[in-house]
């Protein structure tokens, strides 16, 4: 295939903006963090019931949508961590019910406007508080028990906001970094090793993996991750944690990456999405994370407060 340089630049570009806008959401503090997967949430649920609609060949109401969605939002505030608090009122506790609620009113509305509803469809769409909302809920809460692990058990000021200098200080955004890292590596090392000795496809649902590079890319994520501990001595995790949690990582990211792989056959669609020129949509660029996740917080946590 020649060289296309415009497709290049563009996509390029798009790498360069999309890298700028995690880092400033990743690193700067708790409230960026959280903004940044609040926006991940509602992009992540959109082109999920898009999906959803091509594979039903049906069409949902605009209120049924922002129903599941605001539903979704509200799960996912009521899994994340306490860090996260408006003055005296948590999003955990204070925040998560009425927006649910809320989103429960709306999505009720929006059956009613349409004359019929195909339950599998409807099905379909409620998964999307698992497959979704729950996982970044959960990726919420690994940046606050970050905190915990540091400071002890919730002995930090929650109610002051967490400044840039803090979290440079303390980086509670490492473990979620060393997650997404996790996946980025294994899915490069993977493409690369694939590439160069790659013989035996994976899986029918994408042609291009093959069983090589899927066990190389585990085998040098799992290697590079090795030195995150030894590099970040403030990080409250063992080498041998990090080796875990990067394999388990680099696998069920590869489940995450399938899954969406299948539902995008299933719809007849190439990309998820087309916010990313050449990239594909957020679906597209965190499929793998939304397995992982869970699995990262399963291993995580029992780790940061107790014997492992």
């Known amino acids: 295939m020649a060289f296309n340089f415009q497709v290049f630049k563009t996509r390029a570009l798009t790498a360069i903006v999309f890298a700028v806008v995690m880092l400033a959401g990743l690193l700067w503090n708790h409230w960026s963090f959280f903004v940044l997967f609040s926006i991940i949430h509602f992009g992540c649920w959109w082109e999920y019931l898009k999906l959803t609609e091509k594979i039903h060949n049906t069409a949902f109401h605009i209120y049924t949508k922002l129903g599941l969605m605001l539903m979704g939002y509200g799960f996912m505030l009521g899994i994340c961590h306490p860090l996260f608090q408006i003055g005296a009122y948590s999003l955990k506790d204070s925040i998560a019910l009425p927006v649910s609620g809320a989103g429960f009113a709306i999505l009720v509305m929006g059956i009613f406007q ?17 497959y979704i909302s729950f996982s970044w809920g959960l990726m919420l809460d690994i940046y606050g028990f970050a905190m915990d692990s540091i400071h002890g058990h919730q002995v930090y000021p929650y109610a002051v906001p967490v400044t840039f200098e803090e979290s440079q200080r303390y980086m509670p955004w490492l473990l979620p970094v060393v997650i997404i890292v996790s996946i980025w590596i294994n899915d490069t090392m993977a493409y690369i090793v694939g590439s160069l000795i790659g013989r035996t496809p994976l899986t029918k649902i994408s042609p291009k993996k093959t069983w090589e590079g899927t066990i190389g890319g585990i085998i040098l994520t799992v290697g590079i991750a090795f030195l995150i501990p030894l590099l970040f001595d403030k990080i409250e995790v063992e080498p041998v944690v990090a080796l875990i949690v990067a394999a388990v990582t680099a696998i069920s990211g590869t489940f995450g990456d399938l899954f969406e792989s299948k539902l995008k056959r299933m719809a007849g669609v190439k990309d998820s999405g087309s916010l990313l020129p050449g990239h594909g949509g957020f679906l597209d660029r965190f499929d793998s994370l939304l397995f992982a996740i869970p699995v990262a917080w399963i291993v995580l946590k029992p780790c940061l407060f107790g014997p492992c």
């Open 114 to 130: 349409k004359d019929q509803v195909k339950l599998k469809a409807f099905g379909m769409a409620l998964t999307g508080l698992i």
